[in-house]
């Protein structure tokens, strides 16, 4: 495997070479020392694994100057000396600070000053599929999941430290950028016309028919007239039904389900396949209703419904491409949506239960019946044209003609030709000019820095091999292409050690909002010089923000700061939480809520308070449902006010951080507490021992993870750090692995039976357990009884927060970890922003106009 990284120490070897093995530490440190730590951290007791006798002071080395930064940290956070020994008096614990900081700040300012903050990297998966969007013209292209999973460093996938590249790495790109260009082309020579067709419901296979288990809820769809149900038809089985020669009649027909799409009842609309990639607008007619107990009455019904559509590529893989309500009365929705070639449509009754037969009920049934919707027709029109050929063939083949694969095939038949699946070919008269000009075009537009000629040169011959060996002028061009789409001119970011020269800068600003390469606005101001002036770093700033694409900064940012990308990492455990079982409306609106949260925070420049302890939700329906919050209706995501002791509001109680916080089957207050502190609060515990074991809660109800861990907090070198990180996490018990309210704990064991059925159509089979105990004590010595406590304690320091924030966000931005020199810069971003009550775009903004963000 190929490392384009060095580690910190060999970056600093002309240091080094330059430094003495060890310095004596100043007096101030070695007298404070010996008058409060040598008598536990010696070589003989060495508490902790720490024998600061012994340790000499060689900062230049790299694991030294951590452990002395260590020592530093705990000793001015008051963590060091314990609480039981004797306090410092303040005039020695100053001259201490005051001596140690200055020393470790100037030994890592002169390797800062050699190496750089960053090491060089190369564009990871999101950034790469978003960097072929753009370019592209191609809004929807998804090749993240050719590639192999990026590392980690420090949080995130933008480190140079993690994303190294081996060959099985060059492959995969390799793969890739072929599959993003061939999507770019042209399907056909002629340009596609925009139709408008309607597909009925009643005229469509794959949703009228009977399944071949008996009972009603195994029926795919029950055929209605408007409120009236066609019981002969129901009678019928797995029949296509006749195409009405009754105009009014055909608009009134629907076919009306009462369980959710899945197999094997689900319903598509099968005749329907998108022709081309490309834009559409799907139009939807339905309506809700009320199927009667016995199944044979239709009433109107009192409520809208939810309504999800996917676009599915057979067999079963979807895409979500939106939701909307439908009501009692005839509804039709518009969807403006970009297909790929062959998908179909799926629609879903998204509240409903979903289960496989025959052994289910409806969570949703009553003594008087059931809710039910009511399905009538798709209309689409399109493809959607602006330009043909589209504007992403023009990226790779100008206005040269195009004739069909099969039509050139034949004129050349006899001769040696090399060509991929059918399609169009491109015509060229002249193939080794026009080559060079088509390649120099393509690299100045996807290259983000001036090409050379001699680089150009090389990808052209790459075209001009493939044609003498046989390629057609199409496959050869696109050979070409795909080099330069691998190569380390395209995926590794241009910056040297250093002030970022304006081009550097402008692909950083456009990497950290975008996720993506610098537009043409942002390009040009770069290359005039002038992005680098504050006022104009500003205005392109605020641009960036405000444009659709920061969306991507948002998703990709939480993804690794919150862990949401992990949510689809478990599920809950179906004997336990059968009423979270096959929940894809919750699941998809939990991570949709965090994401408008933090543009909500990001839009009004709301304060880094609200990320543990906020006066609004963003919720839907479902997610209201789920946290106990009346009168929210609609399945559409908006700000919601919270009542004052509410215990929703921020990040910490949120169904997706609780959720990728738990494993589906039990919660642990000690993988919580570890999140608070490490992504909220930016204070991360040391990792376990190897040599210490998890503590695993106890499903059977004997007993509580709070008994667990009071005996394993018994053990001192545990105790040291659960003591901060288990009281957080305590708080949080109040919820289960779907972030739902709970009292007590579920249990397959001991305890009472719990009736119901769950989402899953199947009788709960789980007992009442042990209370939850959500009470706790923070290091500080604060109390708390539950987490609305908890919040308020939290937010009392939004100075903390605010730095925490800082420093994540500038991790993310450049690819580095905070350093002990960059603590005076986080530290001025964080005072600048106290007056406007640490806004998160404020912050930002002081980030981005700052040292850390303009040097590498």
Known sequence: MMKINRPFIALALGFLAATPAALAAPKEVSTFLAAHCFDCHDGELKKGGLDLKGLPFDPAEAENFATWVKVLDRVANGEMPPKKKPRPEPAPLRAFTNSLAPALLKIDRTALAQTGRATQRRLNRYEYEDTLRDLLSLPYLEVKAFLPEDREANGFNKSGDALDVSHVQMARYLAASEFALRQAMAPQTDRPETKTTRYYTWEDGEFFGKIDLEGPLNRRTFPLVGLELQVGVMAEKNRKMPHTTDPERREKESLAVVVSTYEPTEIRFGGFRAPIAGRYRLRFSAYSIWMAADFKRVAKAQRSEPVSIYAETPPRSLRKLGSFDVNPEPTVRELEVWLLAGEMIRPDAARFFRSRPPNHQNPLATDQGMPGVAFQWLEVEGPIVDQWPPASHQWLFGQLPMTNRA????????????????????????????????????????????VRAAESDRFVGVVHSALQSGFS???????????????????????????????????????????????AELAQLAANGKLHQPKALYAQTERLLNDPKAHRFVDAFLDYWLDLRLIAGTSPDEQLYPDYQLDDLLAESMIEESQMFFRELLWRDLSVTNLVASDFATLNERLATHYGIPNVAGVALRPVALSADSLRGGFLTQASTLKVTANGTTTSPVKRGVWIMTRLLGKPPAPPPASVPSVEPDIRGATTIREQLAQHRNQESCNACHRNIDPAGFALESFDVMGGWRDHYRSVGSGDPVKGIGHNGNNFHFRVGAPVDPSGELPDGERFEDVRQLKRCLAKDPEQLARNLAQQLAIYATGAPIRFSDRPVIAKIVAENRAQGYGVRTLIHELVQSEIFLNK
């Open 407 to 450: 039509e050139v095939a034949n004129a050349g038949a006899g001769r040696r030709r090399f060509r991929a699946a059918p399609g169009i070919e491109v015509i060229s008269a002249t193939p080794e000019p026009d080559a060079g000009r088509l390649m120099r075009d393509f690299m100045a537009h996807v290259y983000r820095r001036p």
């Open 473 to 519: 002028f199409t496959d050869a061009m696109l050979a070409g292409y795909t080099a330069v789409l691998s190569s380390p001119g395209f995926l590794y970011l241009s910056q040297t050690p250093g002030r970022l020269d304006d081009r550097a800068l402008a692909e950083r600003l456009a990497y950290f909002l975008w996720n993506s390469c610098p537009d």
